[in-house]
Every structure is written in C-alpha cells, then in structure tokens.
Nanobody
Framework: VQLQASGGGLVQAGGSLRLSCAAS????????MGWFHQAPGKERDFVAA????????YYTDSVKDRFTISRDNAKNTVYLQMNNLKPEDTAVYYCAADRTYSGRYYSLDEYDYWGQGTLVTVSS
C-alpha cells in the first residue's frame, strides 16, 4: 500500500483546509485509515481515524467539533476536513493505513503504512 497525502498549506486562524490521502494497493490491506500530526519538536499524535469498510470514525478530543474524517471507497481516498483552525493545529499531517486492526486506532504502532506528510500552518 502506498499513501500520498496532499492539501496542506498556510491558512489564517478560523480558516479551513481539506487534506486528502490517496491510497494505492489492495483494499484488503487497509482496515483502518488514520491521520496523525507532528508539531515541531513534539511527538507524532493521533488526530482521527476511520474504518475503511464500515466508516466508523474516531477523533482526539481537541478536534472533535472541528475536524471531519471521511472516505471515498471508489477513489481510494481518505479526507480530513479541518474547520476553525487554530495556531496550535500547525503541524505536519500524516496519513496511515492499518492492515490488521486490533482496536488501537490511536496508536502509532497500530499502523503499517505511512504517507509522506503534508504541512499545515495556521497563522494567528
């Protein structure tokens, strides 16, 4: 499975961006797709995840009312719609795919494949 993330950029606080993650390879190789972010000097943290087959979604608390994860199975693409962005959302955003879901959608170790990252910068 190869993942290609895109859609990052510079936006003012309160603005919106939509990230995309295009996946190639076998559908059976991805049970859950996730988004993580990594701010400068910090660890990579969970943002959101979605079940590829059933569409169940998961979010970290800080983005629950602002971000929406979705998928388009026909296009093999996962999206992260980010609204009301805040300066603290500034980070490199990575998409990831998990082959054998064990329930730990929030854990880096759960995922088998990673995209290259796309930078989101939110100015105040």
């Amino acid at each position: 499975v190869q993942l290609q993330a895109s859609g990052g950029g510079l936006v003012q606080a309160g603005g919106s961006l939509r990230l995309s993650c295009a996946a190639s390879g076998r559908h059976s190789s991805r049970r859950v797709m996730g988004w993580f972010h990594q701010a400068p000097g910090k660890e990579r943290d969970f943002v959101a995840a979605i079940g590829w087959n059933d569409g169940t979604t998961y979010y970290t608390d800080s983005v629950k009312d602002r971000f929406t994860i979705s998928r388009d199975n026909a296009k093999n693409t996962v999206y992260l719609q980010m609204n009301n962005l805040k300066p603290e959302d500034t980070a490199v955003y990575y998409c990831a795919a998990d082959r054998t879901y064990s329930g730990r959608y929030y854990s880096l170790d759960e995922y088998d494949y990673w995209g290259q990252g796309t930078l989101v910068t939110v100015s105040s």
